[in-house]
Nanobody
Framework: QVQLVESGGGLVQAGGSLGLSCAAS????????MGWFRQPPGKEREFVAA???????YYADSVKGRFTISRDKAKNTVYLQMNSLKPEDTAVYFC??????????????????WGQGTQVTVSS
């Protein structure tokens, strides 16, 4: 059974940093695209960042230059380093895995597996 488990969320002041981790287990994730999404209070889930198996990265405009996605293939883990955090970054952050990448990295429907989410709160 595939499992994605996020960790690292918490409360931080505006301008601060947080690092999220997503540990994947249950199968090999060779070739998978890994993504981070977030769901702010009262809003729909939105794309944050994605990384392909070859290491190409993609970011939402709202986080470009502040967030960095990376992955450790040996550990089946993907990371999201978040710097210069803003109150509008407050959301539940979800890790996701796409086993059949077709190029649509920002669409939730493309992802096959999801973590349970971790809360990130940025105070002003």
């Amino acid at each position: 059974q595939v499992q994605l488990v996020e960790s690292g969320g918490g409360l931080v002041q505006a301008g601060g940093s947080l690092g999220l981790s997503c540990a994947a287990s249950g199968r090999t994730f060779s070739g998978y695209v890994m993504g981070w999404f977030r769901q702010p209070p009262g809003k729909e889930r939105e794309f944050v960042a994605a990384i392909t198996w070859s290491g190409s990265t993609y970011y939402a405009d709202s986080v470009k230059g502040r967030f960095t996605i990376s992955r450790d293939k040996a550990k089946n883990t993907v990371y999201l380093q978040m710097n210069s955090l803003k109150p509008e970054d407050t959301a539940v952050y979800f890790c996701a895995a796409d086993r059949n990448y077709r190029g649509y990295y920002s669409y939730t429907r493309e992802y096959d597996y999801w973590g349970q989410g971790t809360q990130v709160t940025v105070s002003s």
